[in-house]
């Protein structure tokens, strides 16, 4: 009786990471479901795989880690994202697609390899994916039209992917479960891989 819960988690997990290669339609700007500039920015992170597929990534990574790590991204990542769209409110659209790729290589790499990354450069990792990506997403906003509002549901939406996908790692034992864990890391990386060879096309 006491195994079901593992397997279930596993379970979860693993349909939660093959429903990422469900396709979804394209948007060219910042998608609006005309709930309200917050909701807007929580759809905007669902409907951005090259956010969202970095935020799995860096939650796995801190699961594989701990608990303590798991808090400690579950805080920053955030904050720093909210932060980072927030200077990319005042500055020009800029692209970045080429670079989105590198989070993808870099967490799906340690990922896979199981790295054993310590708290400080954990938390320096996750400042830097952080303020990138939040830049990136703060950029196409017009801070005029509650952008801010905007990245405040971008961050709450942040807040819930880590909290979920962390939790699903942080009490998995089983080895098998452990090598699901980083064969989603090593398909990340793969994707930022693919990623790379397209934006360099």
Known sequence: MTRAPR???ALVLVIALFSLLLPV???AHLP??????VYDGIFHL??????LIPVIALALLAGQRGAGTSRRVLWVLPAVWFAGGVLGLFAPTVRGSALTCVSFLVLGGLIAANARISAPLM????T???LFHGYLNGSGINRFNDGVYVLLGLAFAVF???TIFASFVVPLRRQWALIVVRVAGSWIAASGLLMLGWALR
């Open 7 to 9: 397997h279930w988690r």
């Open 160 to 162: 819930v992917v880590v």
């Open 32 to 37: 609006t479901i005309g709930l309200g500039p």
């Open 46 to 51: 669902f409907l951005s795989p090259e956010d």
């Open 25 to 27: 339609r394209a948007e």
């Open 123 to 126: 938390t320096a990792l996750t």
């Open 128 to 130: 830097i994916l952080g």
